[in-house]
Nanobody, 115 residues
Framework: QVQLVESGGGLVQAGGSLRLSCAASTRLFSIVSMGWYRQVPGKQRELVASITSGGSPNYSDSVKGRFTISRDNAENTVYLQMNSLKPEDTAAYYC?????????WGQGTQVTVSS
């Protein structure tokens, strides 16, 4: 069983920045692909960014150039640095760990961007 604990969400004005963190309780962290997803009520959860075990990032078009995903394998933590935030970035953000065919999810952290 893998536990993921997110932190760092909150309320910020448009144009501001937030940094999300996700701590993972697995000794397999260094070989696990990690990702950040977000969801607004009534819509499907969507991929924001992902990072392979080797550190290669992937971003959705909506956040490319504004968000940066990174990982610290020594700390079993993945980060999402969010800059130039927009009101449309408002959502619950979820950390994801993909191990084989199993996906693990954190409890989510709310990000609210005011205009």
């Amino acid at each position: 069983q893998v536990q993921l604990v997110e932190s760092g969400g909150g309320l910020v004005q448009a144009g501001g920045s937030l940094r999300l963190s996700c701590a993972a309780s697995t000794r397999l962290f260094s070989i696990v692909s990690m990702g950040w997803y977000r969801q607004v009520p009534g819509k499907q959860r969507e991929l924001v960014a992902s990072i392979t075990s080797g550190g290669s990032p992937n971003y959705s078009d909506s956040v490319k150039g504004r968000f940066t995903i990174s990982r610290d394998n020594a700390e079993n933590t993945v980060y999402l640095q969010m800059n130039s935030l927009k009101p449309e970035d408002t959502a619950a953000y979820y950390c994801n760990a993909n191990i084989g065919i199993i996906n693990y999810w954190g409890q989510g952290t709310q990000v609210t961007v005011s205009s």
